[in-house]
């Protein structure tokens, strides 16, 4: 099955997370003062810098999948790495460079267990050992007999990881949770009662990507 969205899917309705206004604002004042005071060529480079602000916190529209038992992309981004783990999940990780969206999304509907963060370092986000070193935000959604958990792990230039969600919320398949400042990983641990539908390399996109499919107790 293609990992590619459905021709339905498209960046429509595009429009800006809350968060970027903090930066936008004043960028844009900025650049305003200094073209009223004349300096047309400064106030141009921050007005362009304020439009690179909005490009990177764009939130497209997406159409989520609503078949039963599917894992979607948390993320938009390259398929780094599929790792085996201990507890017999496989760690699948995406890396957001600096042009992708960077809204995060949950990967299954459910209720958020837990929200837990976890100081550390700043390593690139491409990095191996991002996964257990930098910064990072772990969610653990649970729905029923399927349970994944995923983090949103801060780069070298990703200093601010935002989460919109509590232990206790339900949350939809591909609603929005949350987003990483410029630059960032995602790693997702897909259960064993989940059969993988990517591979390293694949571009996926948040919230409509299917990574996998839970298999069913009647096989």
Same mark, same amino acid.
């Given at each position: 099955?293609?990992?590619?969205?459905?021709?339905?899917?498209?960046?429509?309705?595009?429009?800006? +997370?809350?968060?970027?206004? &903090?930066?936008?604002?004043?960028?844009?004042? /900025?650049?305003?003062?200094?073209?009223?005071?004349?300096?047309?060529?400064?106030?141009?480079?921050?007005?362009?810098? +304020?439009?690179?602000?909005?490009?990177?916190?764009?939130?497209?529209?997406?159409?989520?999948?609503? @078949?039963?038992?599917?894992?979607?992309?948390?993320?938009?981004?390259?398929?780094?790495?599929? +790792?085996?783990?201990?507890?017999?999940?496989?760690?699948?990780?995406?890396?957001?460079?600096?042009?992708?969206?960077?809204?995060?999304?949950?990967?299954?509907?459910?209720?958020? =267990?837990? &929200?837990?963060?976890?100081?550390?370092?700043?390593?690139?986000?491409?990095?191996?050992?991002?996964?257990?070193?930098?910064? =990072?935000?772990?969610?653990?959604?649970?729905?029923?007999?399927?349970?994944?958990?995923?983090?949103? /792990?801060?780069?070298?230039?990703?200093?601010? /990881?935002?989460?919109?969600?509590?232990?206790?919320?339900? &949350? @939809?398949?591909?609603?929005?949770?949350?987003?990483?400042?410029?630059?960032?990983?995602?790693?997702?641990?897909?259960?064993?009662?989940?059969?993988?539908?990517?591979?390293?390399?694949?571009?996926? =996109?948040?919230?409509?990507?299917?990574?996998?499919?839970? &298999?069913?107790?009647?096989?």
């Amino acid at each position: 099955m293609s990992l590619q969205a459905s021709q339905g899917d498209r960046d429509s309705a595009m429009k800006i +997370a809350a968060d970027a206004f &903090v930066f936008l604002i004043p960028l844009l004042v /900025i650049a305003g003062l200094l073209g009223i005071m004349g300096f047309m060529l400064l106030g141009s480079a921050f007005l362009g810098i +304020a439009l690179l602000v909005g490009l990177f916190f764009r939130d497209p529209h997406r159409n989520v999948p609503v @078949e039963k038992g599917l894992v979607l992309a948390p993320a938009d981004g390259k398929v780094l790495d599929l +790792a085996k783990q201990s507890d017999g999940t496989t760690r699948v990780s995406i890396f957001l460079s600096l042009l992708d969206v960077h809204i995060n999304r949950s990967p299954i509907g459910g209720t958020v =267990r837990e &929200v837990r963060y976890q100081p550390g370092k700043f390593r690139m986000a491409f990095d191996r050992r991002a996964s257990v070193e930098n910064e =990072r935000n772990m969610l653990t959604v649970a729905n029923g007999s399927l349970t994944v958990r995923f983090s949103q /792990i801060a780069g070298i230039l990703a200093r601010r /990881i935002v989460c919109w969600k509590k232990p206790g919320d339900e &949350v @939809e398949s591909g609603e929005r949770i949350g987003l990483i400042r410029f630059g960032s990983r995602v790693d997702v641990f897909v259960p064993e009662n989940v059969t993988l539908e990517l591979s390293r390399g694949d571009r996926v =996109r948040g919230g409509s990507t299917v990574i996998g499919r839970m &298999v069913s107790s009647e096989e």
